[in-house]
């Protein structure tokens, strides 16, 4: 079976821009969960949602950062303006179930501000 | 405090030892709690999950719970170079009453098997 797949694997662009990571969750499960994870701050809760909608965004770190997700199938984290301080390693996860189901990763988006 | 921490490392055993990784948290009501292991620029993978008070065994791995006492392990045992990664301790928290919580990361613990 297809893990969780995350698009590009790589970013690298210029302050100001706007970018946009990608996710598709594994097929079946209904929850969604982007992250963030440095090497000062670990690895953050953004966002989650359970089936589409939004539950939890208080790891969000400023109005810069929105995530969408219109179906089942995809979810987006977008950033704009982009700052270097937001360069790290994003992560989207999914989950089958309740809380008591594990979190399977995708392989992440390494973004890079300049 | 830290909703979930863990030893600080890094911990170096050699090949063959046991590895015991630690991990509180601070949340009475948690109820699931995982271990992921990541190696240097992957992404976390699941090893194991516990939720009931005691030892769950799997091959060479057991986790153990103790809800009393807010602490969770993770013993290695026959520690081999591969298993050299952080190994991140996770707690669910339920949303509202809901059951469709969430997981708080600690910062993890860096595991170094040395031949």
């Known amino acids: 079976d297809a893990g969780v797949i995350q698009s590009p694997r790589h970013e690298v662009t210029e302050m100001g821009q706007e970018v946009t990571l990608r996710c598709k969750p594994i097929s079946g499960h209904n929850s969604l969960f982007w992250y963030r994870q440095t090497m000062m701050r670990g690895l953050e809760l953004l966002i989650y949602f359970n089936n589409n909608v939004p539950i939890d965004d208080s790891g969000m770190p400023e109005d810069r950062f929105s995530a969408k997700m219109p179906n089942a199938s995809f979810s987006t984290l977008k950033i704009q303006p982009s700052e270097p301080r937001d360069s790290a390693v994003y992560f989207c996860?999914?989950?089958?179930?309740?809380?008591?189901?594990?979190?399977?990763f995708g392989d992440g988006t390494r973004l890079s501000i300049l | 405090q830290k909703e979930v921490e863990q030893n600080s490392g890094p911990l170096s055993v050699p090949e063959g030892a046991i590895a015991s990784l630690n991990c509180t948290y601070s949340?009475?009501?948690?109820?699931?709690f995982f271990w992921y292991r990541q190696y240097s620029g992957k992404s976390p993978e699941l090893i194991m999950f516990i939720y009931s008070n005691g030892d769950k065994e799997d091959g060479r791995f057991t986790a153990q719970l103790n809800k009393a006492s807010q602490y969770v392990s993770l013993l290695i045992r026959d520690s081999q170079p591969s298993d050299s990664a952080t190994y991140l301790c996770?707690?669910?928290?339920?949303?509202?009453?809901?059951?469709?919580?969430?997981?708080?990361f600690g910062q993890g613990t860096i595991l170094t098997v040395h031949p």
């Open positions: 996770a707690v669910s928290t339920n949303a509202g009453g809901t059951s469709y919580g969430k997981l708080t």
């Open positions: 949340d009475r009501g948690s109820q699931s």
């Open positions: 996860a999914s989950r089958w179930g309740f809380s008591n189901q594990p979190q399977h």
